[in-house]
């Protein structure tokens, strides 16, 4: 277990505290464009905040700036279309127990969809997106 859980998911953690206050915001302040418009524009935001800062901050690598973004980059489109795209099967399978009006379905689909994409996106950050280079100490 400390293979897959070191200090660099605090770190982690915190940046994605910032991720995730400028990801919502944009999210729910574009949900007239729909559901993929404003998740996606959101994230690209969240994307670039993300990659210098868990570069440097949280991973501390010195992995090749080209081809870490490029990983990166790839990550993140998986992570989001994994996470969010369970999110709308879950939430959609749900939705017709008609407990919530429709629009709070899709509110609560995106922070569903928040919560998979922050796990999905830990391990790729982490294994595969900064995987190489070497890792700077403190």
């Known amino acids: ?3 897959l859980f070191d200090g660099s ?3 982690f953690l915190l940046v994605g505290v910032g991720n995730t206050l400028l990801s ?5 302040a574009l949900e007239g464009l729909g559901y993929w418009p404003s998740t996606a524009i959101a994230y690209l935001a969240g994307a670039v905040m993300s990659f210098f ?9 010195d992995a090749a700036i080209g081809p870490a973004a490029a990983r990166f980059a ?14 709308r099967l879950i939430m959609g399978a749900l939705e017709p127990l008609g407990l919530l009006p ?12 928040m919560g998979l994409y922050t796990c999905l996106n830990y391990f790729g950050q982490r294994f595969f997106a900064f995987r190489e280079g070497k890792r700077r100490e403190k």
Not at 74 to 87: E, I, K, S, T
Request: charged residues 15%; proline residues 4%.
């Open 74 to 87: 790839l990550n993140v489109a998986v992570c989001y279309v994994a996470g969010y795209g369970l999110a």
């Open 53 to 61: 800062l868990n570069r440097h901050f949280t991973f501390r690598s």
């Open 1 to 3: 277990m400390a293979k």
């Open 24 to 28: 919502a915001v944009l999210m729910f």
């Open 9 to 11: 998911l605090p770190r």
């Open 102 to 113: 429709p629009v709070w379905w899709e509110r609560l689909s995106k922070l569903v969809g």
